[in-house]
């Protein structure tokens, strides 16, 4: 198998991948990264059989211990987030796996999250009510990050006056899922994870004592119900949520945006339906060609359970496989002019949620946000413009979550 080390640490690479993407998926579609230490997939056919694929999965410590494995002992010096990330459930396998999402997923019906629809553009009127007429103004901060911190926060029943600190925490944990962090990271996360779960644990003996219409206190019940739930199960889980529930949906609204007025002829196109009487629904299909054209989770990876061959090469338990997710939605195998931004393409079998039991079980809230946050734009900004014509946007540095960290407009 060839070997080849991906600059997910390169600035440049960070912000435009797809040049190097396409000439991998070209040339060296499956590759063993040294550096990564696994085996990466580049190709949309392979990244779909791998995510469908029992014999892989988002860890294998339900069956083998690291001795097995031959893998190292913790780092202690994560060990507050190793444990919040042994107890939710993106990195769990069934029964386990199954448990946590059948209590979670009573949340993300798709009748509550249309539901939350109203909710909302009341939220989104309130923030686009001033912006924009102070002049320039920073289109993550002031507009994409918001409205869904607020959603899952509310969902959750998070008060009003610690939702300041939730996008923070979430920065500080995500930084460990990137291939290489450093101690400074693992401090911050360390401490994040520590204050995001006191915060919890406070929250949960508060919907104990005295119980709401929200997550929270279903999860509580849940936990009181016997053995389904334990407290740090409750808790990691509402962490994960919280983190999960905003980071795609502020990557993707801003880099899609950004993909929008780089040819002003897409992002005019959508101002000239967007009170049109069928606008969500044009909406809806233009946030799944932003998602699959530019992928605010670019890579996830999967773990080894049951020996196996893969394009040649024999992995066994415990070995890990990356999966590029932003490459798979590029591919011409899969998609035509997959390098063209179309927002009527249909199908779009993008990868962006994944698929198989791990498909984001957030992925119909996310949709609804996008759709309504860009109609929303639309509406009332519908000359927005780059601050900087020839803007390419300031990343935060991260591959695993790829995200813009600020992406400066103006009105006019």
Known sequence: MPTFALPVADPAFVRDPYPLLARLRAETPVFFDPGMNRVVLTRHADISAVLRDRRFGRSALHRFSRDELGWPLPDPRQANFDAFNSNHLLD????KHTRLRSLVGLAFTPRRVEALSERIEVILDAQLRDL???????????YAEPLPVTVIAELLGVPHEHRARLRPWSASIVKLYEPAPTPADQDEAEQAVLDFSA???ELVAQRRAQPQD????????????????????LIDTCILLLNAGHEASVNGLTAGVLA????????EALVAQAHAPDSLSVFRRAVEELLRFDTPLPMFERIVLDPL???GADLKPGDRVSLLYASGNRDPGRFDAPDELRLDRDP???????????????????????????RALCRALPDLRLVDPGESGQYTGGFVIRGLARLDVQAG
């Open 199 to 201: 915060l919890l644990r």
């Open 348 to 374: 779009n079998p993008h990868l962006t949620f994944g698929l198989g039991i791990h498909y984001c079980l957030g992925a119909p809230l996310a949709r609804l946000e996008l759709a309504l946050s860009l």
């Open 92 to 95: 769990s396998e069934p029964p």
């Open 309 to 311: 061959t893969l394009h």
């Open 132 to 142: 924009g007429r102070q002049g320039p103004f920073d289109l993550v901060e002031e």
């Open 260 to 267: 929008l007025q780089r040819d002003r002829r897409h992002w």
């Open 214 to 233: 929200d997550l929270i206190t279903a999860l509580v019940q849940a936990e009181e119900g016997g053995d389904r739930l334990t407290e740090q199960e």
